[in-house]
Each structure stands twice: as C-alpha cells, then as structure tokens.
C-alpha cells in the first residue's frame, strides 16, 4: 500500500503498530492449564471456558457432564462448545475470542487448526482415556498440574494407497507432507480426523530400500506395529515424546 500523505502513512504506520501489540499481548495472556492457578490466585479468573472436541457424541456428553461437575470454589468450568470430529479453525477462533482451552478427545486438530492455534498461542489438550481429561483440568483448579512431558510433532503423511506384501503384511504407500516419518518413532494413524491408531512405525521404505527417515516431498511404504487397517485418505503422524524438566516457581 502506497500513501503519499506524510500524516495519513504515519498514522497508519501507528494504527498499524499499535494493532500489532494488541494481538502480542492477546496471545501473550492466553490462559493455559499450567498457568490456570496463578491466574485464579490473582483473581482475573472466575470460570474457564473450554471447547470440546470428540470422537462420538456419547464421549462428548459425558466429558461436557463431567468436567462442569468438577467441584471448585474459584472457578466455574463452562463448556462454550461441544462437537463431534477434528478440531477445526472455527474452534480455535472461538478459542481465541473466549479465551479458552480447546480439549481434544480422541480426535487431532487440522493442520491449519493446529497452525493459527500455535501462532496465537491457544492451548490443545489432547486426550484419550475420558479420567486423564478431568484428571488433568482437576490438578490445573488445585494448581498441582505440573508438565512432566512434551509431545514433539516430526512429521505427517498422507496414505495414498494400500497393498499387501508376502513376510511383510499390510503397507500403506505414503507420501510425506510435512517433516519427517522416523522409523521407530511414536505415531497415530488419523482418519477423518478421529485418532484409530496409536503405536510405532514398524518399518519405512523408499521403493525397495529399507529407511530410518522419509522427508517431506518423498514417497514411501509405511508399516505400522500390530495394525494393518490402513485406508487411502488416512494420515499417519509421527511425534516423539520428550520429557521436561521440573522447575520451582516463586
């Protein structure tokens, strides 16, 4: 944009800045579990919005009934949305305008969800088993919630198609989007954005060649531990898990 008004382009330039600071401390005093307690202790807090994302509707009522009945005398736990399926960019915008937690049960949010929520700062819980979910906002309440690991994205690829092959079993052809897939590593296998999978990659092969990593923009056959349930259009994603040093606080 060309102006060529000194006082309209420093004025702008000043609206412009000052726009830009607004959205840093925005994201900068998002609230995160770990920070809840503080938060509470200094009295900006009287509820904690969630956003709830699951795999079926059953698991969503009952997570939705169960973390409003966690009992607390500083806050209030208020659902603002309970859906079914991936977590999505709305979600992280209603996040980002509710200053909320988004809680992922057995789901993954979409790539561009995952991206806008890094960039502001929103924080993902991402769950499993329904008693570690209320487990972990209980502890967040009583400021016991302290972070003891960290899930660290390596890569995700599409599958493209499936096969068979003899001594081997199921193969999915892949093509890496993002990162790297390490053989050995950690990953889940998600489809329609639903989490079906969760344990390692048993094996990786660029054509017939046996890999320890596939980067992105390569092609490669994936297998993975104790599953053969592959289907074009699923995603595998690799991570490890990597643990965080306990720090005291004042």
Known sequence: QVITDIIKAKQTANFREQRQREQQL???????????????????????PIVLKADVQGSA????????????????????????GAISE?????????????IGFNVRPEHKAQTLAEHE?????LHTIIYTVTDEVTKALT????PTTKEVHLGRADVRQTFRISKVGAVAGCFVSEGKLVRNSDARLVRD?????????????????????????????VTL?????????????????EKVQATLTS
Not at 30 to 36: A, G, P, Y
Not at 61 to 83: C, F, H, M, T, Y
Not at 225 to 241: C, L, Q, R, V
Request: charged share 30%; proline share 2%.
């Open 143 to 146: 400021g016991l919630l302290e």
């Open 121 to 125: 700062k929103v924080d993902i819980r």
């Open 225 to 241: 531990n104790n599953f053969s349930d592959m289907k074009p259009g699923d995603i595998i994603e690799a991570y490890m898990i």
């Open 61 to 84: 009522e009952v997570l939705a009934d169960s973390l409003q009945k966690i009992p607390s005398d500083k806050v209030k736990v208020k659902i603002i949305r309970a859906g079914v």
């Open 193 to 221: 954005g639903a989490v079906v999978y969760t344990g390692k990659i048993a094996t990786l092969r660029r054509f017939k060649d046996e890999a320890s990593e596939v980067r992105t923009g390569f092609e490669c056959g």
């Open 26 to 48: 925005a994201a900068s005093s998002r609230v995160t579990l770990e920070q809840l307690h503080e938060q509470l202790k200094s009295g900006q807090m009287r509820e904690l």
């Open 90 to 102: 709305s979600d992280v915008v209603l996040a980002m305008a509710s200053n909320a937690v988004i």
